[in-house]
């Protein structure tokens, strides 16, 4: 028997770009209700889910960034 693909609405699409900001592969999964391999199989199969996925990590990535950025020009350089 072939293997049944699951695929994620519109909708869905656009909460893997907000939730990558802040969630892991596996809390992604578990928030849809599928295990880590499948979400993995259908970022590798869907260029549109990976772009997404990835899209949502750099600005979670570049917002820190820039916040560190800013504060260090103001010359604050104490770790917190």
């Known amino acids: 028997m072939p293997p049944t693909f699951i ?7 656009a909460e893997v ?4 900001a802040l969630l892991n592969q596996d809390q992604i999964a578990d928030y849809f209700g ?10 590798r199969r ?3 889910i990976d772009a997404r996925y990835k899209r949502g990590k750099a600005k ?11 504060k260090a020009c103001a010359g604050d350089t104490v770790s917190s």
């Open 7 to 13: 695929d994620l609405t519109e909708d869905q699409r």
């Open 17 to 20: 770009e907000t939730l990558a």
């Open 34 to 43: 599928i295990s880590r391999t499948t979400f993995i199989a259908m970022r």
């Open 46 to 48: 869907d260029a549109d």
């Open 60 to 70: 979670a990535i570049a917002h820190v960034a820039k916040g560190l950025l800013m």
